[in-house]
């Protein structure tokens, strides 16, 4: 097993991977696993698994990041007496690990918890950085808390189940995360196409450690998201916008982040932020894994949307309670946040 380890403000994280489908053996303090129907089958074949354990199995989905959700979990935890010294273990995507690891906070005022991330976008953000939460009313991750796994558990493995729509919404936060972070993984992305779409375990091991690494050392320095952690919004504020106006579910999330990167940087070049030869190297990128790169995305039909876009950006932004600040690059591994001229916007989305 590879092992390696980041401090947050919180403490300390390590993240083991290994080729293994593994979870943590339960000591006499006892535990729960948290799974949902799609990666309930995957848990009970890792080493490790307890078949006593108690076990909550949710239906899979955003549907159900829900506070009903949450009280399963500790209703679970509370009738299996678990105190606070017992093991919260999510197993699944961000849905999972996101509810596993805000049930873990309250539980006893904090219990024990590790993660195991099964999709690519857990396995690279999700899981790793502290964010919990669920979702509430009509806003997304509207409440959790702050509370990191001491142990995340990665193995490529599972990504050999994942549906090809689910795999591509990760490499969309693996290419944000190469241009943030890591021109190494943007030439593994540009040059390894083919060995990176068939899921190459070892390449994939690189790949995820690569992002692991970068985003651990952003969210080291920047927990809660008060300065450079929002950076990882690239591509975001429009992907948001667009999932949110042609229908949540006619687009996949990691498609509409893609979109919204190239969206992003042609903003930064209209505003002569980015440089022109950047985005001539990146959006051919983004093409051959078969993103749009088009001001208008094809998901769009009925004339300009553009102001609609616009409208449900500012609108997701009053939710959160503050102006729409554009993440824009200079180039690979120069950003910045900015609010920008509703002009501006609209020009680089029809
Ligand atoms: N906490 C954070 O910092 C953070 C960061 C990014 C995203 N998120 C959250 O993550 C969530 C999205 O996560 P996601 O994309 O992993 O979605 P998800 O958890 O809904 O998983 C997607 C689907 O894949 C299934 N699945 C999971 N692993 C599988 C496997 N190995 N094989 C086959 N099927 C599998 C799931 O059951 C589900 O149906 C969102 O709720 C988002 O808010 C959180």
Redesign the pocket.
């Known amino acids: 097993m590879d092992l390696f380890t980041f401090t947050l403000q919180t403490g300390e994280v390590s993240v083991a991977f290994s080729p293994e489908p593994s979870v943590t053996a339960f000591g006499p303090e006892g535990g729960i696993y948290v799974v949902?129907?799609?990666?309930e089958p995957?848990l009970r074949r890792c080493a490790g698994f307890d078949p006593k354990a108690p076990l909550v199995s949710l239906e899979?989905?955003?549907d159900h990041?829900s506070l009903d959700s949450i009280q399963k979990i500790l209703t679970a935890a509370l009738d299996a007496s678990l105190g606070r010294d017992s093991l919260f273990i999510g197993f699944?995507?961000?849905?999972?690990?996101?509810m596993a690891a805000f049930a873990a906070s309250l539980y006893m005022r904090g219990a024990r918890l590790e993660l195991v991330p099964?999709?690519l976008?857990?396995m690279v953000?999700?899981a790793i950085?502290g964010?919990?939460?669920i979702d509430f009313g009509n806003a997304?991750?509207c409440v959790g808390t702050f509370y990191p796994a001491s142990l995340i558990r990665v193995s490529v493995s599972?990504?050999a189940?994942?549906?090809e729509a689910?795999f591509r919404?990760?490499l969309a936060e693996v290419m944000k995360t190469a241009l943030l972070y890591a021109p190494k993984l943007f030439q593994i992305m540009q040059e390894r196409r083919e060995h990176i779409l068939s899921r190459d375990p070892d390449l994939m091991l690189e790949v995820v450690k690569r992002c692991v690494q970068a985003k651990a050392r952003v969210v080291e320095r920047d927990l809660k998201e008060s300065g450079e952690r929002m950076y990882l919004n690239l591509g975001h504020t429009f992907g948001h916008a667009l999932e949110s106006v042609a229908g949540f579910g006619r687009v996949s999330?990691g498609d509409a982040v893609a979109w919204g990167i190239g969206r992003a940087l042609n903003l930064g070049l209209r505003l002569g932020i980015t440089d022109p030869e950047y985005l001539t190297d990146v959006l051919p990128v983004l093409e051959s894994y078969g993103w749009c790169t088009a001001p208008v995305h094809p998901a769009l039909s009925g004339g300009d949307r553009s102001r609609e876009l616009l409208a449900a950006m500012k609108n997701d932004k009053k939710k959160k309670g503050g102006a729409v600040r554009f993440i824009l690059q200079r180039e690979m591994n120069s950003t910045l946040a900015q609010t920008v001229s509703d002009e501006d916007v609209l020009a680089v989305l029809s």
Do not use: F
Request: glycine share 18%; no cysteine; hydrophobic share 20%.
């Open positions: 949902d129907k799609h990666t995957l899979p989905g955003e990041k699944g995507g961000g849905v999972i690990t996101d099964t999709t976008l857990s953000d999700a950085g964010k919990t939460g997304k991750n599972y990504l189940s994942l549906s689910e919404s990760g999330h």
